[in-house]
């Protein structure tokens, strides 16, 4: 059986990814370790809570002493690090938290794992580890910089980031490449563009626009809304990550895309159209700093050498997240009340009063 420490499996893609493993794969025991920031939510894993195959432990990756001894009792022999601040607009007001958890947290696990999976740990030339170990960086398109109107990113494609985010995600990068050129360990990275689906938390594009929606609120648009993403359902990312663990060569990059280019004014006018309200409600605020223009994921290599294929076209992807959004209106209350509205109202301050979070519950 595998043991696979799963970090930041309380937040959107994390807490997706441990239902997919626990529902789809008898052979594997999850540990959950996450410290339960704004967006880690352990509400997302009511259905498995008691699985017996499931265990969640509160705290950080940052924290050593913490990790070592999950490494100790469960036998960890797989880590796949979801654990990351991961908004563009946070990191741009806080950039060391960013900092501190992308980078020197990835590098703390590394050199965790490294020590547990070592045969040799004292020889310092030694590149041998116990077979079937492996650590699985999840990163993202935001990496590669921004794109033209043509052309996408490649594995090879150079790193560019231009946010604080992107950039402590490139430097995490960066670190698990070099842990596996230096020492051997078994690695893989996957970057992937735009995920969408259950359980975001409503600081992104697609739930945030959903609950205006449905609170018939203003929906705050970037600049002129042209931004180009691809977009990728959850499950889809899911059943991706999963492939790479079990057939991803050590030490190569996969990129994941959903084959789905949409512009955010164009996905915000289909959840307008989606659920019957005027465009009246769209409202342009101020760009941010150094907002990427287009992203878009050359996905062949995870295809033709790993066998995985995106299985939600956009329409059927978004139908479904919509639905999902309205059939559970108390999680989004949960996650919209508190420290939450704090942000919203300081990331898109408008003179409109019904922006304002207060009396959303």
Not at 50 to 62: A, D, L, T
Not at 108 to 119: E, F, H, Q
Not at 185 to 200: A, K
Not at 300 to 316: A, M
Request: proline share 4%; aromatic share 12%.
């Amino acid at each position: 059986m595998k043991n696979i420490l799963v970090t930041g499996g309380a937040g959107f893609i994390g807490s997706n990814f441990v239902r997919y493993l626990l529902e789809g794969n008898p052979d594997c025991r999850v540990i959950n370790l996450d410290l339960l920031t704004y967006a880690g939510n352990l509400a997302n894993l009511e259905a498995v809570q008691n699985h017996p195959r499931y265990h969640f432990v509160k705290g950080g990756i940052c924290d050593r002493n913490l990790v070592d001894d999950l490494f100790c009792s469960y036998y960890i022999d797989t880590v796949v690090n979801f654990a990351a601040e991961s908004h563009v607009d946070r990191s741009i007001a806080e950039p060391e938290v960013f900092l501190t958890t992308n980078i020197i947290g990835t590098q703390a696990l590394l050199d965790i794992a490294k020590k547990y999976w070592k045969v040799h740990p004292d020889d310092k030339y030694s590149r041998e580890f116990i077979p079937g170990v492996k650590f699985l960086q999840v990163s993202t398109d935001e990496v590669y910089g921004a794109l033209g109107e043509t052309g996408m990113f490649i594995e090879t494609t150079p790193l560019a980031p231009n946010s604080p985010y992107s950039a402590s995600k490139a430097s995490a990068d960066m670190i698990v490449r070099a842990y596996y050129e230096t020492f051997g360990l078994p690695v893989n990275i996957t970057r992937c563009s735009n995920n969408y689906g259950p359980y975001q938390f409503p600081e992104k594009l697609i739930p945030l626009m959903i609950n205006n929606c449905q609170c018939d609120k203003s929906l705050p648009v970037y600049g002129d809304g042209r931004q180009v993403r691809d977009w990728l359902h959850v499950k889809d990312h899911c059943a991706a990550v999963y492939n790479v663990l079990a057939k991803g060569v050590a030490g190569e990059v996969y990129n994941i895309g959903g084959n789905n280019e949409k512009a955010n004014i164009e996905i915000v006018r289909l959840i307008l159209q989606a659920m019957g309200k005027d465009e009246s409600l769209i409202t342009h605020v101020q760009d941010r700093p150094g907002h990427d223009r287009r992203y878009a994921i050359d996905n062949t290599k995870i295809t033709t050498q790993l066998g995985w294929q995106p299985s939600y076209t956009f329409e059927q992807g978004i139908a479904e997240t919509i639905s999902w959004y309205l059939q559970n209106s108390d999680w989004m209350k949960q996650v919209t009340s508190g420290e939450y509205c704090k942000y919203y109202d300081r990331m898109y301050t408008m003179e409109e009063k019904e922006l304002s979070c207060q009396g959303s519950e």
